[in-house]
């Protein structure tokens, strides 16, 4: 956006900044350089020495004004070298990140990738657990991106001759009434909060076209963790059936990014923010809503 960038007090802020990155070391070491000279000289000048005799005070109050302009340097020297405490981890460990979501008062949750399942769970759990403790909850917010079952799709498919992907219209419907079946849950779950009255809560799932080939959850827009899909990973329902190409999202291995890592963290987050806001705005509704 263009325009004017801030007004008067944060421009101000602005150059405050900038004289204090000018001007600090200098101040910093003026003050390390004449404690050391003091201190050497009454070491050796006997009036120096006396002058200085029981004014320990003094030097400790040098000091902590010392340590008290390095602070913000140390600060932004360990902001700068903190990591995602996470790197990556198994979707099996989604559990944790659903409940540090739910500890905050606005809640919001995205998801996108097959049928959302291990999600699912969790989120279930932590809405039933809503109705009799809310906790510092006050508002949950849950949008959910699967694909559109009700497409032709290569996964998921059957395995035909020589693993060529075949279609198969009874699969993609099983997997659609399990999604629909989450959806009505979360929903209902969602309506009784609604009734109770001290927690508000939407949960809405949406459709898009594709192949499940990205798992992405974000919370509250703070943590984004993504992973791909093993497409090719197949199962069987029962014996007597064929098998069926079926990405396990239980397996699938995360990346974890977050908003108060580093510059390259924060650009990651705020793009899947974007994107995954983009993706539902253009998402299909259920043909069940």
Same mark, same amino acid.
């Given at each position: 956006?263009?325009?004017?960038r801030g007004g008067p007090a944060v421009r101000g802020g602005e150059r405050l900044r900038r004289y204090q990155a000018r001007f600090e070391p200098l101040v910093t070491r003026a003050l390390l350089l004449g404690i050391f000279v003091v201190g050497l000289t009454a070491q050796f000048v006997k009036p120096v020495g006396d002058a200085l005799e029981g004014k320990a005070a003094l030097g400790g109050a040098l000091l902590s004004l010392v340590g008290y302009v390095l602070y913000?340097?140390?600060?932004?020297?360990?902001?700068?070298? &903190? /990591?995602?405490?996470?790197? $990556? @981890?198994q979707s099996r460990?989604?559990?944790?990140?659903?409940?540090?979501?739910? +500890?905050?008062r606005e809640v919001e949750i995205r998801f996108l990738g097959y049928t959302g399942e291990t999600l699912y769970?969790?989120?279930?759990?932590?809405?039933?657990?809503?109705?009799?403790?809310?906790?510092?909850?006050?508002h949950v917010s849950v949008r959910v991106l699967i694909p559109d079952f009700g497409q032709q799709m290569t996964v998921p498919s059957r395995v035909g001759p020589d693993g060529a992907p075949l279609d198969d219209p009874d699969f993609r419907r099983r997997l659609e009434l399990k999604c629909q079946e989450y959806d009505q849950t979360l929903s209902v779950l969602?309506? &009784? /909060?609604?009734?109770?009255? $001290? @927690?508000?809560?939407?949960?809405?799932?949406?459709?898009?076209?594709?192949?499940? +080939?990205?798992?992405?959850c974000i919370f509250n827009r703070e943590q984004v963790l993504h992973g791909l899909y093993d497409v090719v990973a197949r199962t069987v329902q029962r014996s007597s059936d064929p098998e069926f190409y079926d990405p396990k999202g239980y397996r699938t291995?995360?990346?974890?990014w977050v908003r108060d890592g580093n510059d390259d963290s924060k650009?990651?987050?705020?793009?899947?923010?974007?994107?995954?806001?983009?993706?539902?705005?253009?998402?299909?509704?259920p043909h069940w809503r």
């Open positions: 956006m263009s325009g004017v913000d340097s140390v600060r932004e020297l360990a902001a700068s070298l &903190r /990591l995602p405490p996470q790197v $990556r @981890v460990d989604l559990g944790s990140f659903v409940s540090e979501a739910f +500890r905050a769970n969790e989120l279930y759990h932590r809405l039933e657990g809503l109705l009799d403790d809310p906790g510092p909850t006050r969602a309506e &009784r /909060l609604l009734i109770v009255g $001290r @927690v508000t809560a939407e949960c809405e799932y949406r459709l898009y076209p594709g192949i499940p +080939r990205d798992k992405i291995d995360l990346n974890v650009a990651v987050v705020d793009t899947w923010n974007k994107h995954l806001d983009d993706l539902w705005s253009l998402a299909a509704v």
